[in-house]
């Protein structure tokens, strides 16, 4: 199981990467994103059982390599940013371009931690701290992506 959650945390060894090894984990994500949003709009009932089950398994999957790799939400676990991106991916159109506006803010949001997202990594123990401040930041990469597509189109 140690291997297992080391290898979904890192996702494959994405974070392994030596240089920004977030955005090489949010990286894996995008192209993801317009696939799983007509999927959403085809299998909505599928599409959540996917969405969910990926946020459960990176809750774990991190909270394990946590144990492993011996600190709190270390570089090379990444399977939160491939969540995060995920959960921008449920506000928007099946697009590239949505796509691609989302991970830039997305990596944005990451970086900068806007409420609740510090509370959530700095208060939060175990999986769900690494994980829940890449949900927050991907909801709000969500919104400001429709938004922004809304006043462009």
Same mark, same amino acid.
């Given at each position: 199981?140690?291997?297992?959650?080391?290898?979904?945390? +890192?996702?494959?060894?994405? *974070?392994? =990467?030596?240089?920004?090894?977030? +955005?090489?984990?949010?990286?894996?994500?995008? #192209?993801?994103?317009?696939?799983?949003?007509?999927?959403?709009?085809?299998?909505?009932?599928?599409?959540?059982?996917?969405?969910?089950?990926?946020?459960? !398994?990176? @809750?774990?999957?991190?909270?394990?390599?946590?144990?492993?790799? *011996? *600190?709190?939400?270390?570089?090379?676990? !990444?399977?939160?940013? @491939?969540? *995060?991106? =995920? =959960?921008?991916?449920?506000? &928007? #159109?099946? +697009?590239? $371009?949505?796509?691609?506006?989302?991970?830039?803010?997305?990596?944005?949001?990451?970086?900068?931690?806007?409420? #609740?997202?510090?509370?959530?990594?700095?208060? !939060?123990?175990?999986? $769900?701290?690494?994980?829940?401040?890449? &949900?927050?930041?991907? &909801?709000?990469?969500? &919104? !400001? +992506?429709?938004?922004?597509?809304?006043?462009?189109?």
């Amino acid at each position: 199981m140690r291997a297992l959650a080391v290898a979904l945390a +890192t996702v494959g060894g994405v *974070g392994y =990467v030596p240089i920004a090894s977030g +955005t090489a984990g949010s990286l894996v994500a995008l #192209p993801l994103l317009p696939f799983l949003a007509a999927l959403r709009d085809r299998a909505p009932v599928a599409y959540a059982a996917l969405v969910l089950g990926l946020i459960a !398994v990176a @809750v774990w999957a991190a909270g394990r390599a946590e144990d492993v790799f *011996g *600190g709190e939400d270390h570089p090379y676990i !990444v399977i939160d940013e @491939v969540a *995060g991106l =995920v =959960v921008a991916g449920a506000l &928007l #159109p099946a +697009t590239w $371009l949505a796509a691609v506006v989302a991970f830039v803010l997305f990596r944005v949001f990451d970086v900068v931690k806007p409420f #609740p997202a510090r509370q959530i990594d700095g208060g !939060v123990e175990g999986g $769900l701290g690494v994980v829940g401040d890449d &949900l927050v930041a991907g &909801l709000y990469a969500g &919104l !400001v +992506t429709r938004l922004c597509l809304r006043i462009v189109a």
